[in-house]
């Protein structure tokens, strides 16, 4: 089974609003990272939280950390039309040489 | 951009034959991975490569088959393809664990 669960499956908001997406895992991990995938196309490494981090920012995104509850959030603040697109959280986890990622959240911004 | 290049980025091929997706990369990264990418699936790992010969499976590595005989190319084996098989096909690179992949714009591989 999968190592990340994305929550939820889809969000559409309005453009300006705020998005959070939720990422749950199984096992410890060593990090957590965020992609993006524009439909159709090969996905983009957005940001990168270790395991002893509990936050960290990137222009207007933020990412928490929290590994008692083995769960990580993604929010987007004031959102755009071009920020449409599925978001990936990918976790390599400790004993593994491997990147395994969730189903993904799929956001549409409505304008 | 990354340098990474998967061959064919399109392909159509029948039940029953064998089929080989090439990933290419020049930028000497240690990792490469293959993916397969499904409606309601996410990305699940098929196989994945940690140096030359070093290669390991995923979650779904059942039907297919890796090589990887030198640092730049990494090749996914369809055996015999079967319907079931019919996905989209992503090669990921990175340098090390810890730090992010880079993805190749995919592989669209339909079997009739």
């Known amino acids: 089974s999968q190592q990340g669960e994305e929550d939820p499956q889809a969000l559409s908001i309005q453009e300006g609003e705020n998005a959070t997406m939720n990422c749950s895992y199984k096992?410890?991990?060593?990090?957590l990272q965020w992609y993006r995938q524009n439909s159709g196309r090969g996905l983009v490494h957005l940001i990168l939280i270790r395991s002893n981090e509990r936050e960290k920012h990137s222009g207007r995104l933020r990412v928490t950390l929290d590994t008692s509850k083995k769960s990580s959030s993604l929010l987007i603040t004031a959102s755009r039309a071009a920020d449409t697109a599925s978001y990936f959280c990918a976790t390599d986890f400790q004993g593994a040489q491997k990147l395994v990622f969730g189903q993904g959240t799929r956001l549409t911004i409505n304008p | 951009d990354a340098g990474i290049t998967q061959s064919p980025r399109h392909k159509v091929t029948e039940t029953g034959t064998p089929v080989t997706l090439r990933c290419h990369q020049t930028e000497n990264h240690r990792y490469m991975y293959w993916y397969r990418q499904d409606p309601g699936h996410g990305l699940r790992l098929i196989h994945y490569?940690?140096?030359?010969?070093?290669?390991d499976k995923g979650e779904v590595s059942d039907g297919y088959s890796v090589s990887r005989s030198k640092t730049e190319d990494f090749l996914l084996t369809l055996e015999s393809a079967t319907s079931s098989q019919t996905s989209v096909y992503f090669c990921?690179?990175?340098?090390?664990?810890?730090?992010?992949?880079?993805f190749g714009q995919g592989t669209r591989l339909t079997v009739v």
């Open positions: 990921a690179i990175s340098e090390s664990m810890g730090i992010e992949a880079f």
């Open positions: 096992t410890s991990i060593n990090n």
């Open positions: 490569s940690y140096g030359v010969k070093d290669t």
